[in-house]
């Protein structure tokens, strides 16, 4: 029988998947015993912050000593073999249901996986649950009506962001330390932000998203994660087409330019984007993360700035119109059971003519060769994620905030859905500056299917935020 190295909670919860995922393939730990880690992490917190629509510990269980047994037999499937993880509840586990948030969704277990899924769960992860979404992750908290309020693991009396909220809120509880999201205007950033985590979108279709939403040319599946390496190891893991997701075709990424021809990586920073301040609170941490950054030496910086006006009448067209007409028929028989926030996108939708409609698809490509024309003078964008911190749990709005307008979560995420509207990647780190306070990420932007060099340069950034990484990261 194998001798395997104990393994504390506290080890545990400080250790990356890709450093938990190589001591499995050297026969140090056993998959069942980091499964055992996660699950009593996550059971010891759920009833604090709720981040599970479902445990699965049986099925864990099952997965995490097949995995164990190819260990032992020298069958390792990659660098996720044996780790535990947990999955979005909007994405399909064979076997399980996808309530999706919603009171309206079947109990029915799915019968094919989601390309992610799949493809993580080829590569040797464990899922030990689905984590909350509010209803079609339509909204950017973590208040649904079939799971109700998910909340933050810093302070259970915040958000956690949405719409992956179970998702920022277990890889913040420290139970795993990767977990699937999607992000169709922010979706896994914003958790992650508000969560102390990486959250990464990468570029619209570069991991295929399926089943499909009615916003498809907005909506990325990606990751969150405890460290760079982590996303960019399941980004590896699940990028590729797949013909159910026809965007999948157009999102090859593109190799790092960082030190070819021996020029230096060029990084703007943005300290208002697109002309709109950051609380007090972000921007003194923000300030403390550029000037640390500034002086690494990992990069050229500069002052940048996004030329093109928020575009917030272009998303609104767009989310209001897809998710209004998207569920019509839905609202119309069980709209007294769904969000109402979401019910009353179908009256919304209505009210635009196709005229408007096109009109705005015209300024979407408008705000698109703008954003884009940014990165002729730069590789990278550098900027706060949010320009708030996590706000109460119960709130759809910080307080003060714009709760009547037709999308009142987009009126605080201005920094995230314009990154939608354009398709780049886009990665949120935590600053790790302020221990005992609220979380505080930085983004960094990059252009179409730039994705590793958006991976590579938020590694340094990481080991310069946070020392304890830099040994894992190579230099540029």
């Known amino acids: 029988m194998t001798a395997f190295t104990s393994l504390g909670l506290d080890e545990y919860q400080s250790s990356s998947a890709i450093s938990l995922g190589r001591r499995v393939a050297t026969g140090e730990l056993s ?73 309206t969704s079947p109990d029915t277990p799915a019968q094919t996986a989601s390309p992610m899924v799949d493809r ?36 259970a009396s915040r958000t956690t962001g949405g719409s992956s909220a179970g998702s920022g809120a277990t890889v913040g509880s420290g139970a795993v330390p990767v977990a699937t999201g999607t992000d169709a205007g922010g979706s896994v950033r914003i958790p992650a932000a508000f969560c102390g ?67 230096a990586l060029r990084v703007g920073v943005i300290r208002e ?57 839905l609202i119309r028989e069980h709209g007294d059971r769904m969000d109402p926030g979401l019910a009353r996108l179908a009256g919304l939708a209505e009210h635009y003519s196709l005229r408007e409609f096109l009109a705005a ?3 979407r490509r408008a705000f698109n060769a703008a954003a884009f024309a940014v990165f002729d003078d730069w590789d990278l964008l550098l ?22 307008a037709p999308l009142p979560w987009i009126t605080w995420t201005p920094y995230t ?23 505080v990420g930085l983004q960094i932007v990059g252009p179409w299917a730039h994705d590793l060099e958006v991976l590579g340069f938020a590694a340094r950034a990481e080991a310069v935020l946070d020392p304890t990484h830099a040994s894992r990261v190579a230099a540029p």
């Open 417 to 439: 859905y314009p990154f939608n509207i354009s398709g780049q990647p886009a990665i949120t780190i935590p600053t790790h500056l302020r221990p005992g306070t609220l979380p």
């Open 120 to 155: 993580l769960q080829d590569a040797g992860a464990v899922i030990i649950g689905r984590t909350t979404t509010p209803e079609f992750g339509w909204k950017g908290t973590g208040i649904s009506p079939r799971t109700g309020i998910s909340r933050n693991p810093w302070d």
């Open 361 to 363: 698809l015209g300024r």
């Open 273 to 329: 984007p697109f002309g709109i301040a950051p609380s007090d609170e972000v921007s003194s941490v923000t300030e403390e993360a550029f000037r640390l950054l500034e002086g690494s030496g990992i990069a050229e910086f500069g002052e940048a700035a996004m030329p093109a006006p928020l575009p917030r009448d272009v998303f609104e067209a767009l989310w209001v119109t897809g998710r209004g007409f998207g569920f019509e028929d």
């Open 31 to 103: 998959p069942v015993q980091l499964a055992e880690c996660a699950l009593e992490i996550a059971v010891r917190e759920e009833p604090r912050i709720n981040a599970y629509a479902a445990l699965m510990p049986d099925r864990a269980a099952a997965w995490a000593a097949e995995r164990e047994r190819e260990a032992a037999e020298g069958r390792i499937r990659g660098p996720l073999h044996g780790v535990p993880i947990a999955s979005k509840d909007n994405l399909y586990i064979v076997g399980e249901p996808a309530g999706k948030g919603s009171l």
């Open 197 to 263: 985590v990486v959250g990464f979108k990468p570029t619209l279709g570069a991991i295929p998203v399926w089943p499909g939403t009615v916003n498809e040319n907005l909506s990325h599946a990606g990751v969150l994660a405890r460290q760079v390496e982590d996303a960019e190891a399941v980004f590896r893991l699940s990028r590729g087409p797949d013909p159910r997701d026809p965007q999948s075709f157009f999102s090859t990424p593109v190799a790092p330019v960082a030190g070819v021809d021996g020029r």
């Open 383 to 404: 900027m706060p994620t949010m320009p708030i911190t996590a706000f109460e749990a119960e709130r759809e709005v910080p307080q003060g905030g714009e709760a009547g």
